[in-house]
Every structure is written in structure tokens, then in C-alpha cells.
């Protein structure tokens, strides 16, 4: 999958896959959730010549945004030219995230975990998003809306697993695995793999497709969230956050930009309690103010107007990982190419900017912001 999918991204720049002379990786490498990408083995498979440049970031789905960042220190340092970031993922009985911790071997973060039923990352979040509830009042109505939004941003993409219509009599028969958060809550579980291909400006010019350039990236992390998957020793407000505060703030000073200035938010949705905070953590609220925010529609792609509703930015136009499909957050990058390029299936009129982000779950996280040519 992971050998297609770069072939398919060469197909789309227009470029031989023997241009590729750079790795990107995240997660550490990891392909899915047990197993590992090889430049080598890569290299063997699809007949590439040479490479110049390979490396990859930590952390899980939190360096997908990233990984576009580190190819561009091996582009600026004329390490390589081309480089391309993978992932694939297929699911197995011994590789499903559900249960992950529960089958982790022990250790000192573990051993607490494992005996509080905390196996899955879904259990952690939702003691986080219980957090949010209790200190701001927000409510299950909100995650019913931004699931509901997100399927109905699904629902004319041909590639979506769930496009079958949701309404929140069906949100609330879903069965509650982890309280607060239902099974609709979650993302998917997904087969599949995804390949973006990272160059100069120059050289990008004289590709097959119209250029998303990378206006600003960061990686990174606060100790303070960081302690949510270890030890649930956070502090308010971090408990009750995604994490994305330190990034946030980096990101704008990076850019000069601020929420205000996105036409079109793709956002790491591996739970629906996530978008909540992160939507307060990046700006497009304030603190506290997700609950009204999402209730108000907000997150909403309106397909009249080609924009947000009431005043919103369009979240997870493309369905995100709850709807769409979860290849650890890749469908983010490729939402947010799209929208640049104005290619996107629900596009944003006249969309000059778009943010990616990547986690939380584990840090450290990432975010991107793409503007158009």
C-alpha cells in the first residue's frame, strides 16, 4: 500500500518516482500502529536510484503536520529534492489502537494504566473531555454536532467509509464505550495509505499540479499536557486542553496569522472531544466557548455560500478521521492541498489558507498551514 501510494504521488506531481531522493517519516517511522518503514526496503521496492536525505519525527499521529516541516529542513539544507512522507495502515488483530496499552508490555507509565482500565487511547481522552465538561459546562450536544458535521461533510465523497446520513437520535443509540464519548465519537479504523511529495518552490512551479505552498509548520509540545498519557497529573487548564496551546501560538508568531485568517480548518479528530479543544486551543473561541461555538454550527461547510456558517470556519470538510477514513491524520494534508489548489470536493470559495493539524495522542503535536499559489 505504502509502495502505491508514492507512485500515485509521483503520477499527481508529475515527476519519476527515481526523482525521489528523500524520506520524511512520523511516529517514529512507524507504519500504522506495530510496524516500521525502511528506506531501504522502500528504495528496493520501487527502483529508486539513490536517497540523500531520510528521517523522521516522534510521537504517533501528533508529527503528521510535521513530517511536511521536516522535509523541508532536508530541502533547505540541498540534502535532497523531492521528498515524499507515507504512511500506511492496515488493521490486525495484534495491531488495532482500540486496545493498545492494554497489550503493551509493563513498564512505569504502563503499570499505572493498565490496572486502571485506561487500554486505549479512547479511555484517556475521555477523562479529558469529562474534564472539559466539568470545568466549562460543555455537553454531549456539542459532540453530537461536530460528528453529525463532520458526516455530512462525508456524505458526496466517494472514498468515505461512513456515508450514510446521521442524526443525533442515531448519535445517541451508539453505543457509550468510554463515558463521555460514544463509538461514533471515535475515528475510524482504516486500511490504507496516503503519500505527499515535498519540493522547492522552484521546482514545484514545473510539476504537473498547482503548488500548495507551506506558509508555516511547527512541532513540538508542553511537559505539562504531556503528562495526560503517563500519568493524568495535569494542571488545569492543560487537563481539560488538547495540548495545542504552545503550538498555537507558535504557528501564528510563525506566520502572523491568526484563526480569524484560515478559510478552512482540517483538524486531528480521532475523537470528536479533541476538535473542541483544539478549536479553543488554535483561537476560534475562547476558552470555555467550544460548547456554543460547535452548538452554533460553526464547524459547518455551507455548499451555497461555499464558507462557514454563521460566521465559522469550515472544519473537516473532507469528513476527517471520524467519517472519511483514519490514516493517522493524513487525510488532513490532503484535505488541505486540495483546498489550496481549489480542488477539494466541499471547497471553500477563494480558500488562500488552510490549517492541518496533527494529535494530540501522543506529544509532541504538529500544525501546518498551506496557502494557495
Known amino acids: ?149 463532520s458526516r455530512t461533510h462525508a456524505l458526496n465523497r466517494p472514498k468515505a467509509i461512513r456515508r450514510t446520513p446521521l442524526s443525533k437520535e442515531d448519535y445517541l443509540a451508539s453505543v457509550m464505550l468510554a463515558d463521555p464519548l460514544r463509538r461514533l465519537d471515535f475515528c475510524l479504523e482504516t486500511d490504507g495509505a496516503i503519500a505527499v511529495i515535498t519540493t522547492t518552490a522552484d521546482r514545484a512551479r514545473d510539476c504537473r499540479q498547482k503548488p500548495a505552498y507551506i506558509h508555516g509548520c511547527v512541532h513540538g509540545a508542553s511537559r505539562k499536557w504531556g503528562r495526560a498519557f503517563g500519568w493524568m497529573n495535569m494542571p488545569d487548564p492543560e487537563f481539560s486542553s488538547s495540548g495545542h496551546q504552545f503550538l498555537a501560538e507558535r504557528v501564528w508568531a510563525q506566520t502572523g496569522l491568526a484563526a480569524k485568517d484560515m ?22 473561541c475562547e476558552r470555555g466557548e467550544g460548547n456554543d461555538y460547535v452548538l452554533a454550527g460553526k464547524t459547518r461547510y455551507d455548499p451555497a455560500s461555499r464558507g462557514g456558517v454563521n460566521g465559522g470556519i469550515p472544519v473537516n470538510t473532507h469528513g476527517g478521521n471520524l467519517s472519511e477514513a483514519y490514516i493517522i491524520g493524513m487525510t488532513h494534508v490532503v484535505e488541505a492541498v486540495e483546498q489550496v489548489r481549489g480542488t ?21 503535536v504538529s500544525s501546518l498551514v498551506l496557502r494557495s499559489a
Open 1 to 149: 500500500m505504502a509502495g502505491e501510494a508514492i507512485l500515485k504521488a509521483c503520477e499527481d506531481a508529475g515527476i519519476s518516482v527515481k526523482d525521489i531522493d528523500g524520506f520524511a517519516y512520523y511516529g517514529g517511522a512507524s507504519a500504522g500502529y506495530v510496524d516500521k518503514f525502511d528506506s531501504g526496503s522502500l528504495m528496493e521496492t520501487l527502483g529508486m536510484p539513490h536517497i540523500s536525505f531520510t528521517a523522521t519525527l516522534t510521537s504517533g499521529g501528533g508529527g503528521v503536520a510535521g513530517a511536511v516541516g521536516l522535509a523541508t529542513a532536508g530541502l533547505m539544507n540541498e540534502d535532497c529534492t523531492y521528498a515524499v512522507t507515507v504512511m500506511a495502515v492496515q488493521q490486525t488483530p495484534s495491531a488495532r489502537l482500540g486496545d493498545i496499552f492494554g497489550r503493551m508490555k509493563p513498564d512505569p507509565e504502563n503499570s499505572f494504566l493498565q490496572p486502571s482500565g485506561l487500554i486505549g487511547p479512547g479511555h484517556l481522552m475521555s477523562v479529558l473531555a469529562r474534564r472539559h465538561m466539568h470545568l466549562y459546562g460543555s455537553t454531549e450536544d456539542a459532540l453530537a454536532e461536530i460528528v453529525m458535521a
Open 344 to 364: 477539494a470536493i466541499n471547497q471553500v470559495a477563494d480558500c488562500e489558507f488552510a490549517l492541518a493539524t496533527g494529535g494530540p495522542a501522543p506529544i509532541p
Open 263 to 284: 478559510d478552512v480548518a482540517l483538524i486531528y479528530d480521532h475523537f470528536s472531544s479533541m476538535v473542541l479543544a483544539q478549536l479553543e486551543d488554535y483561537g476560534f
